[in-house]
């Protein structure tokens, strides 16, 4: 329910005249004076209501908790008696919103992956990428052992039994021939579950989180991976080797420029890149927004518009993938010719999955060590700062949230437009003194003729 402006009354008298001029107008709260958070709300139709406003002691958003339909039984000093009873069960650290949801859904008979499928449409926090990864671990592993189990009859031996039935899936590494086991897909599926769980105890949907206190199935090791100059002038120069698309060519080099993510790059678009014959280029990658209340979202994993000024060298890269690959507003399409007929695309650009296959077929030409296009943005974040460059320009390159009070509160839309691209085109001029292009003239960075 929308809030609208809020009135006060104290009295009877006071409350029968709201409800006289209330009919056929807007719906409208009335917050009574005397009693802490009761608040009268009048429809149009005449149904009117009474609700406690409150926040439990766990300090979760505001919580609306109707207590009855108004009526000459329940009228001011009923509804002051029921809200000052409610009141004092939340003082003692109950949640009375919970506890009816979840008696709701145990009434209801809510299963898991029906549960699942509300947080996966309604958890408005999710990016795309995230819901999109989090679906799949449900949908392969979770939802076939406790998809039909009672939300609250789902156990940890349940959640372990999964995990340990994904490690029993052995990879064997083609060269090394040692087998591995999948101990991070089990990983990322316990987190998967418990992330329906703590959205669900949120919502008053579930009574606890049976994946809370599971421990990690495997040791996480942070990738530190950090492309060397050697690496960098490999790859821009091996994607000349005839066995990569015009499309993919591009899209490897304006990663290794721009120090965006893969899909970022891959899915960029035409009305996206402004000014590439200026002296600012720019490249606007959007974010999510919100429409009367429906999130569309964007094209970036943290939901945030990118405003990335673009150096010399990948402002007339750009140029010529538009010319050389563009169809319609997609600056790198799919290519339809692989789509099995009567299918559709899964999207109208070249996926994320397939710039990964490409750089694993360059690595085997090349015979490079792991490298990814990922591993380019930390490269691109740690050359930039042993040149001196402020974490606040790294951080508005890469795109990343930062987390300071200050940042939250004030300075989120200083976008540092002079600083962030004197440090790219650094970072160009870098690439170019690397692999041996000519930083002076734009076209020779950016030949891609094979």
């Not at 008696?81 to 009141?87: H, L, Y």
């Not at 592993?141 to 899936?169: F, H």
């Not at 993510?261 to 035409?270: D, I, L, S």
């Not at 001029?429 to 003239?441: L, M, N, P, R």
């Amino acid at each position: 329910m929308p809030r609208v402006s809020t009135n006060n009354f104290s009295t009877d008298g006071e409350l029968a005249a709201i409800v006289k001029k209330s009919l056929n107008q807007p719906q409208k709260e009335w917050r009574d004076t005397t009693t802490k958070g009761l608040v009268f709300v009048t429809q149009p139709s005449g149904n009117h209501a009474w609700y406690l406003f409150y926040v439990p002691k766990t300090g979760e958003r505001l919580r609306k908790l109707k207590l009855g339909d108004y009526s000459r039984e329940f009228g001011l000093k009923k509804a002051r008696e029921v809200a000052v009873a409610r009141r004092a069960e939340v003082d003692q650290g109950a949640d009375p919103v919970v506890v009816a949801r979840q008696a709701k859904a145990r009434q209801q008979g809510l299963k898991f992956q029906g549960l699942a499928e509300r947080f996966l449409a309604e958890n408005h926090r999710l990016s795309a990428s995230t819901r999109k990864v989090y679906e799949y671990a449900l949908k392969k592993d979770a939802y076939p052992r406790i998809g039909s189990k009672l939300v609250d009859d789902v156990t940890r031996e349940d959640i372990i039994s999964i995990c340990q039935a994904i490690e029993k899936r052995v990879k064997v590494d083609k060269e090394t021939k040692v087998r591995h086991k999948p101990t991070s897909q089990s990983d990322h599926t316990r987190l998967t579950i418990s992330a329906v769980y703590t959205w669900a105890a949120e919502e008053g949907l579930a009574k606890a989180n049976p994946a809370r206190d599971i421990k990690r199935r495997g040791e996480k090791l942070a990738r530190d991976r950090e492309p060397t100059a050697d690496e960098i002038k490999a790859l821009w120069n091996g994607v000349e080797g005839g066995k990569l698309s015009d499309a993919m060519r591009y899209i490897i080099r304006l990663s290794i420029l721009t120090g965006q993510r893969r899909t970022e790059v891959a899915g960029a678009r035409v009305s996206e890149v402004q000014g590439l014959d200026t002296d600012a280029p720019m490249w606007v990658i959007p974010g999510d927004v919100n429409k009367r209340g429906k999130v569309i979202e964007g094209r970036t994993k943290n939901g945030l518009t990118q405003t990335l000024p673009l150096s010399k060298q990948a402002a007339a890269l750009f140029k010529e993938a538009i010319e050389k690959c563009a169809a319609e507003d997609q600056i790198f399409p799919a290519d339809l010719s692989r789509v099995k007929t009567g299918k559709a695309s899964r999207l109208p650009h070249i996926h994320g999955e397939s710039v990964t296959m490409a750089m694993r077929r360059l690595r085997e030409d090349m015979e490079l060590d792991d490298i990814s296009i990922h591993d380019m943005r930390r490269g691109v974040s740690n050359w930039l700062k042993n040149e001196g460059v402020s974490r606040e320009v790294r951080d508005l390159i890469l795109n990343h949230k930062d987390q300071s009070v200050t940042e939250k509160s004030y300075t989120q839309n200083a976008r540092m437009e002079k600083q962030v691209r004197a440090a790219l085109q650094a970072w160009a001029d870098h690439v170019c003194q690397i692999t041996g292009q000519s930083a002076d003239t734009a076209s020779n960075v950016v030949a891609l003729r094979a």
